[in-house]
């Protein structure tokens, strides 16, 4: 069974920054397009940036320009860099695959990491 685990989140202030990681055991992440996703309290999850296999990106509007989605392939890991984080940001986040990066469409590796909380607030 893929094994997605999520890290990097924690409490930090508006406008500050946290970088997550999303390491992946069982599977070879280099040849699927990734994406993270979060889920805000009482709120479905949502897709909010994906990464192709060839490092191509997208984002939807809230985050762009705040936020930058990257992979490492030797590690086997993807990573999300937040910046100017704002209250809104607050959610638990969680990797997996995606079927499409533009536009972006969720996909699914079998299953779900325990994902990383976010709160920012202060």
């Known amino acids: 069974q893929v094994q997605l685990v999520e890290s990097g989140g924690g409490l930090v202030q508006p406008g500050g920054s946290l970088r997550l990681s999303c390491a992946a055991s069982?599977?070879?992440?280099?040849?699927?397009?990734m994406g993270w996703f979060r889920q805000a309290p009482g709120k479905e999850r949502e897709l909010i940036a994906a990464i192709s296999s060839g490092g191509s990106t997208n984002y939807i509007d809230s985050v762009k320009g705040r936020f930058t989605i990257s992979r490492d392939n030797a590690k086997n890991t993807v990573y999300l860099q937040m910046n100017s984080l704002k209250p809104v940001d607050t959610a638990v986040y969680y990797c997996?695959?995606?079927?499409?990066?533009?536009?972006?469409?969720?996909?699914?590796?079998?299953?779900w990491g325990q994902g990383t909380q976010v709160t920012v607030s202060s």
């Open positions: 997996n695959a995606v079927s499409s990066v533009a536009p972006m469409i969720p996909g699914f590796l079998g299953s």
């Open positions: 069982r599977i070879i992440l280099s040849i699927y397009s």
